[in-house]
């Protein structure tokens, strides 16, 4: 159902909920009107969104030009482009909030908007000047305009990002295929499959994840994380391994392979005729067991 006709609530919508995330336009849309905004129901923070840097890129090999990558995102921007406030909150850890063994923490601490001139001082300190980064993104409006965000975040510290929009398939191949070439950075997001650190961190950053249509798109390689994530992927005890689960994300983010932007937050409509529609701890989609009709 889509979102738009929901916040009309006309005829036999009354009766309907969205089984897709209420799109940015629709969600400024709602939150305007009143008795739409009462049928909107939104998750607390789910999957992560991320911009994965391709540390197999020649241009991302040095480290103080990936950290100033992370201190120039700009992820006010970012959570604008996305639908506001009600569509995502500012990230700094891979770990998503509500899973055990995430830590709160900041390792590049630059507020909301980014710390430009850290960035640039990065920049000057590698010896990098002119950089000119290719961004891939699937082709979807609201992706494109997240991409945007980020181009406009970079380019105030001397940084070019060229947008290459691809569809899903596209895109797929290139971020997961056994190539390293192709992109520099990639926006990319990850909703665990279970609520474990595990599945944060495992998937994402292992190097046997590299290619063959897995998810290391930052083609991040390093063997104490690689042995850090075995060992903790071993622990039988939950608040060991919780602690270790922690520390691995601090270690990668050290590395500064990705970049955290905000943890995602999924809204839903439903009709006026609904009742018991509500979003479950994990993951962050509607119960669809509980949604009644009102009598």
């Known amino acids: 159902m889509e979102a738009q006709t929901l916040i009309a609530d006309a005829d036999a919508d009354k009766n309907s909920f969205s089984a897709d995330f209420v799109p ?8 305007n009107n009143a008795e ?16 994965a840097l391709n540390v197999k890129s020649p241009k991302l090999k040095d480290l103080k ?7 120039a995102i700009d992820r006010q921007a970012f959570i604008v482009a996305a639908g506001g406030s009600l569509a995502a909150e500012p990230a700094t850890t891979l770990i998503t909030p509500g899973i055990p063994g995430r830590e709160d923490f ?11 001139d850290k960035a640039k001082q990065l920049l000057t300190e590698a010896g990098v000047s002119n950089l000119s980064l290719t961004l891939i993104v699937t082709n979807d409006d ?18 070019e990002v060229v947008i290459k929009p691809e569809d899903q398939d596209t895109w797929t191949s290139d971020a997961t295929g056994d190539s390293a070439s192709g992109y520099d950075i990639s926006l990319s997001s990850w909703q665990p499959d279970y609520p474990s650190a595990a599945a944060n961190i495992q998937p994402l950053y292992d190097s046997s994840q590299i290619g063959g249509g897995n998810y290391n798109i930052s083609r991040y390689t390093n063997a104490d ?7 903790a992927l071993g622990t ?24 955290p932007i905000v943890y995602d937050k999924n809204s839903f409509l439903h009709g ?3 009742e018991n529609f509500y979003i479950g701890a994990f993951p962050a989609y509607p119960v669809y067991t509980a949604v009644s009709l009102k009598q």
């Open 65 to 71: 030009v990936r950290q100033a990558l992370e201190y």
């Open 106 to 116: 900041d390792l590049y601490p630059a507020g909301d908007s980014g710390d430009v």
């Open 225 to 231: 994380v690689d042995a850090a994530i075995a060992k």
């Open 236 to 259: 039988t005890d939950s608040a060991s391994a919780n602690s270790q689960w922690g520390a691995i994300d601090k270690q990668i983010l050290a590395d500064a392979p990705v970049v």
């Open 272 to 274: 006026s005729g609904v």
């Open 36 to 51: 739409a905004k009462s049928r909107l129901v939104t998750s607390s923070a789910g999957a992560v969104e991320y911009l």
């Open 24 to 31: 940015p336009a629709q969600l400024a849309l709602a939150q």
């Open 142 to 159: 609201t992706s494109v305009k997240k991409a945007q965000a980020i181009q406009q975040a970079y380019q105030k510290a001397g940084i």
